[in-house]
């Protein structure tokens, strides 16, 4: 039985597997309308989300089976004060399958250790979320047609924000990525993540301006400032605006490169800008449901097995 805890969960040949699968299941939805009767996911949020957690249903009741499940750590007994592990052992009794999100940094984890079910990370605190990688890895592929020789341009919190931290654990197994770091001083790329980066000799810059590197990029990717890991609000109003993607500066991009954002988004692409056919960010969001389909039928499929 598998769980998905991290994007390196997948080989690359693994994760290619599932981006055809899921590609698969975008043009020939009927083929995979019953293929989960039957079975029930439940979703256990533990922090606020509405894209994660609906994305979820959504592919399950897509593919025929149910969704049970609590949004809100105070709807649930982690309110009495019952742990993660006895959580996931009585969720097991009711489900065949779990996503999990968490403001905790490993409690998916420990969920996974004790379960008897398959649990998938949806999120745990400023960590990890690799069905948003999934998510942005199908993206690029649908849309470039390859996962390979890119310059990617991360721009924003890359501090706090999980799905940057994923995205780049994910993307250092393809050939030639050129990474480009935009952020503010306070919320640079955490160390360990550049560590990793000079150990595997991968190629990355630190920037500042957006507008300086914006001509260079086949890929933008844009995160929101994560206000809810602040500590103080002064920190979080000084830099909520620090970057807003309008039409000017998509005039100095290349006419083929894409934006790309986890959503949900606040001030940091403009609205003019959803008209340009480089924004992709409303497609991503439907690559999600059919990139959790395709991995809700794949870790299903390793429980029978
Ligand atoms: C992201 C998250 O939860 O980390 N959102 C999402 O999953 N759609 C990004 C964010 O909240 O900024």
């Not at 293929?35 to 994305?55: H, Q, V």
């Not at 959504?58 to 025929?64: H, Q, R």
């Not at 999100?101 to 979320?129: F, T």
């Given at each position: 039985?598998?769980?998905?805890?991290?994007?390196?969960?997948?080989?690359?040949?693994?994760?290619?597997?599932?981006?055809?699968?899921?590609?698969?299941?975008?043009?020939?939805?009927?083929?995979?309308?019953?293929?989960?009767?039957?079975?029930?996911?439940a979703t256990c949020f533990y922090e606020p989300s509405t894209r994660t957690r609906l994305s979820f249903e959504?592919?399950?009741?897509?593919?025929?089976?149910?969704?049970?499940g609590f949004s809100d750590a105070n709807s649930s007994s982690a309110a009495?004060?019952e742990?993660v592990?006895?959580t996931i052992?009585?969720?097991?009794?009711?489900?065949?399958?779990c996503a999990m999100r968490h403001p905790k940094e490993g409690a998916p984890m420990v969920a996974?250790?004790?379960?008897?079910?398959?649990v998938i990370n949806a999120g745990d605190g400023g960590h990890q979320h690799p069905t948003q990688?999934?998510?942005?890895?199908?993206?690029?592929?649908?849309?470039?047609?390859?996962?390979?020789?890119?310059?990617?341009?991360?721009?924003?919190d890359?501090?706090f924000g999980r799905t940057?931290h994923s995205?780049?654990?994910?993307?250092?197994?393809?050939?030639?990525?050129?990474?480009?770091?935009?952020?503010?001083?306070?919320?640079?790329?955490?160390?360990?993540?550049?560590?990793?980066?000079?150990?595997?000799?991968?190629?990355?810059?630190?920037?500042?301006?957006?507008?300086?590197?914006?001509?260079?990029?086949?890929?933008?990717?844009?995160?929101r400032?994560q206000k809810e890991r602040f500590?103080?609000?002064?920190?979080?109003?000084?830099?909520?605006?620090?970057?807003?993607?309008?039409?000017?500066?998509?005039?100095?991009?290349?006419?083929?490169?894409?934006?790309?954002?986890p959503l949900p988004?606040?001030?940091?692409?403009?609205?003019?800008?959803?008209?340009?056919?480089?924004?992709?960010?409303?497609?991503?969001?439907?690559?999600?449901?059919?990139?959790?389909?395709?991995?809700?039928?794949?870790?299903?499929?390793?429980?029978?097995?």
């Amino acid at each position: 039985m598998r769980h998905l805890m991290s994007p390196l969960d997948f080989s690359t040949e693994e994760l290619d597997r599932l981006f055809t699968l899921a590609e698969d299941i975008e043009k020939n939805p009927a083929k995979y309308a019953h293929a989960c009767e039957g079975k029930k996911l439940a979703t256990c949020f533990y922090e606020p989300s509405t894209r994660t957690r609906l994305s979820f249903e959504s592919a399950m009741l897509s593919l025929g089976g149910q969704v049970l499940g609590f949004s809100d750590a105070n709807s649930s007994s982690a309110a009495k004060g019952e742990s993660v592990s006895d959580t996931i052992r009585v969720i097991s009794c009711f489900a065949d399958i779990c996503a999990m999100r968490h403001p905790k940094e490993g409690a998916p984890m420990v969920a996974a250790s004790r379960s008897s079910i398959p649990v998938i990370n949806a999120g745990d605190g400023g960590h990890q979320h690799p069905t948003q990688t999934l998510t942005d890895l199908l993206t690029i592929r649908a849309i470039k047609g390859r996962l390979d020789r890119f310059t990617i341009g991360l721009c924003g919190d890359l501090k706090f924000g999980r799905t940057v931290h994923s995205l780049i654990n994910a993307l250092v197994r393809y050939e030639n990525i050129n990474f480009i770091f935009i952020s503010p001083e306070e919320l640079t790329i955490p160390d360990y993540i550049i560590e990793m980066l000079r150990e595997k000799n991968v190629s990355f810059s630190e920037v500042r301006k957006l507008e300086e590197v914006i001509p260079k990029l086949d890929i933008l990717y844009m995160t929101r400032v994560q206000k809810e890991r602040f500590f103080n609000e002064e920190d979080y109003v000084r830099l909520k605006d620090y970057y807003i993607l309008d039409k000017e500066k998509m005039e100095l991009a290349k006419s083929d490169m894409i934006v790309l954002h986890p959503l949900p988004r606040v001030n940091e692409i403009s609205v003019e800008v959803d008209d340009d056919p480089r924004a992709v960010y409303f497609r991503q969001v439907k690559y999600g449901v059919y990139v959790r389909m395709a991995l809700l039928l794949t870790l299903l499929d390793s429980v029978d097995k």
